[in-house]
């Protein structure tokens, strides 16, 4: 069976600090990762697909470590607008659709 | 910017009615998909649909469940005989370039199954 698996939080953090996300996956054939947002009973909102290279999109670093089988998230001076679900989501080796994990729930306080 | 519509946003039913949960992607995506999240659950997939056929469906997708293209914008997600358990917040989704790449959501439909 293949599954995604995340600490489901929360995480509460202040307003300015840096705060990671970790992800493993069980499927050592997937070929695609991503993260997703997803706000309280919003649609997921994709967020940035993850390279083995490592990624950066202003505030946010991600990493792809296939040996291991983990991604990460980093997120660096965190505003009240990420609070949020973050989803680590796979693709590919013969998997159905996306696999999505159950998400981080993260809560930046003022 | 453009993005992927579905209608209805709530819809209520006995259990054993039919219904039909309506999306439009995005015009020039070619992939679509339905997915669903049980309230507290991870989002799941049901379908993807390419070339006006079903690429790919998952154990969840069973026979009370189809899919349709019916013209150039539409496509509709079908459960025949609602059951409890489909309780659910029904996503649709498009992707333009390549399968499970990018996908862009629609708002969702909640479906309650009384």
């Known amino acids: 069976r293949k599954e995604v698996e995340q600490d489901p939080g929360p995480f509460n953090v202040p307003e300015g600090a840096t705060v990671a996300f970790n992800c493993t996956y069980s499927?050592?054939?997937?070929?695609?990762f991503f993260w997703y947002r997803q706000d309280c009973r919003k649609e997921p909102k994709l967020l940035m697909s993850?390279?083995?290279s490592g990624n950066e999109d202003g505030r946010f670093t991600a990493q792809l470590n296939r040996a291991s089988q983990y991604i990460s998230l980093l997120i660096r001076d965190s505003k009240l607008s990420d609070s949020a679900t973050y989803l680590c989501?796979?693709?590919?080796?013969?998997?159905?659709?996306?696999?999505f994990g159950k998400g981080t729930h993260l809560i930046i306080q003022p | 910017e453009p993005e992927v519509t579905q209608t209805p946003s709530h819809q209520v039913t006995q259990m054993g009615q039919e219904v039909i949960l309506r999306c439009v992607p995005i015009?020039?995506?070619?992939?679509f998909y339905w997915y669903r999240q049980i309230l507290g659950q991870k989002v799941e997939f049901l379908v993807s649909?390419?070339?006006?056929?079903?690429?790919?469906k998952s154990e969840i997708f069973d026979d009370q469940f189809s899919v349709e293209r019916p013209d150039g914008s539409n496509f509709t997600l079908k459960i025949r005989s609602t059951k409890l358990e489909d309780s659910a917040m029904y996503f649709c989704?498009?992707?333009?370039?390549?399968?499970?790449?990018?996908?862009?959501f629609g708002s969702g439909t909640q479906l309650s199954v009384l």
């Open positions: 989704a498009s992707s333009r370039d390549r399968e499970n790449e990018k996908l862009f």
């Open positions: 499927n050592s054939a997937s070929q695609s």
């Open positions: 993850v390279y083995s």
């Open positions: 989501v796979v693709s590919g080796g013969g998997a159905d659709g996306l696999t």
């Open positions: 015009s020039n995506h070619l992939y």
């Open positions: 649909f390419y070339n006006n056929e079903i690429s790919e």
